[in-house]
């Protein structure tokens, strides 16, 4: 009895995957200028008057001194958070990529082809998670208008005129606190008497710390992105029965289809070198604390921002670390470059390329016209393509 012919999948003979149109460039252009547009519209966002929240005059939280140096000022944040990763990203793809696991003999135009693209889609990750904190700090920052830790030294408040500027709080007839003006009493920022509106403007803007979401957001996308590369992940075996839990000597118990020299661990210093911009986005977002910018909540809650928004961008553009072997998820497909349509599964194949069963529809809907010639060819689900050299996955 003759072998069941293998399931077939039609494959345009157009442009082949992994060669680059002007649609497919013009799309990631247009990436690169969302991000762009959007990091505008956050800086906007930034610089816009706060709205200033009431305030107590004897609040002991907001009574620290304004510091005139900064541990890390801006510029230095800058530096670390975006200058670095950029600089290092750049090196180990370039460098290092794609590594001892290509072929001899393969075109150093493929070679570069990988290079390039890792580090493409490197920064375009870095540049997501940069943005994505940016615009979400900023944007939150003049919302609330919390007062910084340092707000009563930027705003030298006219105490002499204290009534005057009252709008909320306990009154001292109601408490019987009598001459304990201010105890209890919320005034408005028009008591403030600094005419430098930057410095007193930036006093309401503690929550959340925007140096503490940009260093997370660069510094941990950075870790990210090392220990995919030099494949520092957690080793974890799940136990076919859960005895390892309850036995006093676990390692004695048989295991079966784990192979655990696999699961060797690569040496430390890749581990210190994974975990150093960790460090330093601790250090970073620390240093408001004792430099009085930022409330405790606020940088944590800033913190939380960036580990967001860099995990999230990571894995946007990158294969999970214990899978990937430190590789990015390729190109989209020339055709759906801008829109994949719905019903969809994935950007990555062509509009006519279908290699998962239960997708006759689609292939259906996709079959060449009655009377016109086929611009396609048959290609077995293996990948089996008769004549047909094999394509390259860049």
Not at 12 to 23: A, D, I, L, N, Y
Not at 298 to 316: E, K, N, P, Q, V
Request: net charge positive; proline share 7%; hydrophobic share 40%.
């Amino acid at each position: 009895m003759p072998e069941s012919p293998a399931p077939y999948a039609r494959r345009s003979t157009r442009p082949r995957r992994g060669h680059w149109t002007p649609s497919l460039i013009g799309s990631y252009v247009f990436d690169w200028f969302v991000l762009a547009v959007a990091g505008g519209i956050a800086t906007v966002l930034g610089v816009v008057e706060p709205n200033k929240r009431p305030f107590s005059v004897l609040d002991p939280n907001i009574s620290f001194p304004f510091t005139e140096h900064e541990t890390v000022p801006m510029w230095l944040a800058a530096i670390i958070a975006v200058g670095v990763p950029i600089i290092i990203i750049a090196a180990v793809c370039l460098v290092l990529v794609p590594g001892n696991t290509v072929p001899k003999g393969t075109p150093k135009s493929l070679v570069w082809k990988r290079k390039l693209w890792e580090l493409h889609v490197g920064y375009l990750g870095l540049a997501l998670a940069h943005v994505g904190a940016f615009f979400i700090t900023n944007g939150m920052k003049n919302m609330f208008g919390k007062p910084r830790p340092d707000l009563l030294s930027r705003c030298q408040p006219d105490l002499d005129n204290i009534q005057n500027y009252i709008v909320g709080g306990t009154f001292p007839g109601i408490t019987g606190l009598t001459g304990a003006t201010g105890f209890g009493q919320l005034v408005s920022a028009n008591i403030c008497k600094n005419t430098d509106s930057h410095t007193l403007d930036d006093g309401f803007r503690s929550y959340p710390s925007g140096h503490s979401s940009s260093a997370a957001a660069g510094l941990i996308y950075l870790s990210l992105f090392l220990a995919s590369k030099f494949a520092v992940t957690v080793p974890f075996v799940a136990s076919d029965n859960g005895a390892e839990s309850h036995s006093a000597f676990p390692s004695r118990l048989q295991k079966s289809g784990v192979d655990y020299e696999v699961l060797c661990r690569p040496p430390i210093y890749l581990l210190t070198i994974v975990v150093l911009p960790w460090f330093a986005s601790i250090f970073i977002a620390g240093s408001r604390w004792f430099d009085f910018r930022h409330h405790g909540f606020d940088i944590l809650f800033g913190y939380m921002i960036g580990i967001f928004t860099s995990i999230f961008a990571f894995r946007y553009y990158h294969l999970p670390i214990r899978q990937g072997a430190g590789w990015a998820w390729g190109p989209r497909s020339h055709d759906k470059a801008w829109w994949s349509g719905v019903g969809s599964y994935s950007y990555a194949t062509e509009k006519g390329d279908f290699i998962r069963a239960g997708d006759e529809e689609e292939a259906y809907m996709s079959r060449p016209v009655a009377g016109q010639a086929s611009s396609t060819q048959y290609v077995s689900k293996a990948g089996s393509n008769e004549g047909a050299e094999p394509e390259p996955r860049f």
